[in-house]
């Protein structure tokens, strides 16, 4: 009996200097700490033979173009120090965002169109490594009240092999523990502020049920003789919100809807230096409203759309 488990995973991420050419991560330096695991060993496009004899009966399919599908959540929280880069930062960089760091201060995370950058991932799957090469990926953030704030993350990449190799040591010290989505935790939804440095300033407080976000890249594996690569070839950012509003408050909501009203949209979480996320759309619209409900409270959500205002900048993650 083999007896391998699901939960003896190790998966280590790092940023290629060169496309599609493994930098070789190692345990000590590049491991995720990770829950929400998924992984699609080998997708391929088998090809039929479909051979026709004096008999029936069916024909091989032959393997064909192939490439490696994996998925992971990892919680989102600062890195404990100001301007230290947290541990998802390069998973995020794989995802089509690019880092500046600001010594001693924090870490701006916003959407790159040039110069994007890929990732390798070992997967550990308790004895047995799946490599993939040259990954780009997507990610959804996931800040809901009263659960723990979580990146979301999708990787196609280039199947680089499967061997029988014995799971690595792994040091995790980096990643940091959360703390849950709460009123104490975190601040109210902003409309109107205005970020810079780190800081948002002015905008009008909404009470409402957090806030969910997906970065909805455009990620395909394109296969070509003496080239096969994962390119990211679009972004779409949406999203959706719940806001607790008055009957006045929901006609003027209303009213911007159909006006097709752009607004800012900022919320921060955490309440210590070096733990604290802001995220910050400097242009997002609501669409789709609709009627919700909690505990027989009345709640009105919307669909959102996050928009670039001057260019790669329709989202902005702050660890600060």
């Known amino acids: 009996m083999a007896n391998r488990l699901i939960r003896k995973t190790a998966i280590l991420l790092k940023l290629e200097t060169t496309y599609g050419v493994d930098p070789v991560p190692t345990g000590a330096d590049n491991a995720q700490l990770v829950s929400n695991l998924s992984i699609n060993p080998l997708n391929a496009q088998n090809v039929p033979r479909d051979l026709i004899r004096a008999y029936l009966g069916s024909s091989e399919e032959l393997v064909g173009t192939s490439y490696v599908e994996m998925g992971f959540d990892v919680e989102l929280q600062g890195s404990g120090a100001l301007g230290v880069a947290p541990k998802w930062g390069a998973a995020l960089r794989a995802c089509g965002f690019g880092e500046v760091v600001t010594a001693d201060e924090r870490v701006d995370y916003t959407p790159v169109t040039d110069s994007l950058e890929s990732a390798t991932v070992y997967w550990y799957d ?18 809901g009240v009263g659960e723990r704030p979580v990146l979301k993350f999708k990787f196609i990449l280039l199947d680089g092999g499967v061997s029988a190799v014995s799971n690595p040591s ?22 109107g502020g205005t970020y810079s440095a780190g800081a948002i300033t002015g ?3 909404w009470p409402s049920r957090g806030l969910s976000l997906n970065v909805a890249n455009a990620v395909n594996f394109t296969p070509l003789l003496g080239g096969e690569t994962v390119d990211l070839t679009q972004r779409d950012i949406t999203g959706s919100l719940q806001l607790d509003l008055t009957a006045a408050q929901e006609v003027s909501f209303m009213a911007a809807v159909k006006a097709n009203t752009l ?4 919320l921060i979480h955490g309440t210590a230096d070096g733990y604290k996320v802001l995220l910050h759309a ?7 409203p609709s009627k919700q409900e909690i505990n027989g409270k009345r709640l009105i959500g919307y669909d959102i759309r996050c928009l670039p205002a001057s260019g790669n900048d329709e989202l902005r993650i702050v660890s600060l």
């Open 126 to 143: 308790d004895g047995v490594l799946h490599k993939g090469f040259g990954g780009r990926g997507s990610v959804e953030i996931a800040a």
């Open 170 to 191: 792994t040091t995790l010290s980096a990643w940091k523990q959360p703390d849950v989505i709460t009123d104490s935790n975190t601040g109210d939804l902003l409309f």
């Open 203 to 205: 905008g009008t407080a």
């Open 263 to 266: 607004e800012t949209l900022s």
């Open 282 to 288: 400097p242009s997002f619209q609501m669409i789709n």
